[in-house]
Nanobody
Framework: VQLQASGGGLVQAGDSLRLSCAAS????????MGWFRQAPGKEREFVAG????????YYEDSVKGRFTISRTNAKNTVYLQMNSLKPEETAVYYC?????????????????WGQGTLVTVSS
């Protein structure tokens, strides 16, 4: 499985941005998908996850109510809609795929990773 994240860029605080992650392979629809982010000098952290059907989602507390993860299996794509962005959310955002069932917030539970897309939020 290859994952290609896109949609990052430079925005101002309070702006919105939508990230996309396109996956190769015919088994995308069976994967749990997650978004992580890594700010300079910090550990990679979980942002959001979604089950294979899209029926369940899970968010890191600080993004609840502002970020929305979704997926379109017919297009092998997962999205992260980010609203009301904050400067401290400047980071490289990664999408990841997990072959086992259940959303996990642990990076080591994900089997495939995209290359990341940089989001810069200016104050």
């Amino acid at each position: 499985v290859q994952l290609q994240a896109s949609g990052g860029g430079l925005v101002q605080a309070g702006d919105s941005l939508r990230l996309s992650c396109a996956a190769s392979g015919r088994t995308f629809g069976s994967y749990v998908m997650g978004w992580f982010r890594q700010a300079p000098g910090k550990e990679r952290e979980f942002v959001a996850g979604i089950t294979w059907s899209g029926g369940s989602t899970y968010y890191e507390d600080s993004v609840k109510g502002r970020f929305t993860i979704s997926r379109t299996n017919a297009k092998n794509t997962v999205y992260l809609q980010m609203n009301s962005l904050k400067p401290e959310e400047t980071a490289v955002y990664y999408c990841a795929a997990r072959t086992r069932a259940g959303i996990s917030s642990r990076r080591y539970d994900y089997d495939y990773w995209g290359q990341g897309t940089l989001v810069t939020v200016s104050s």
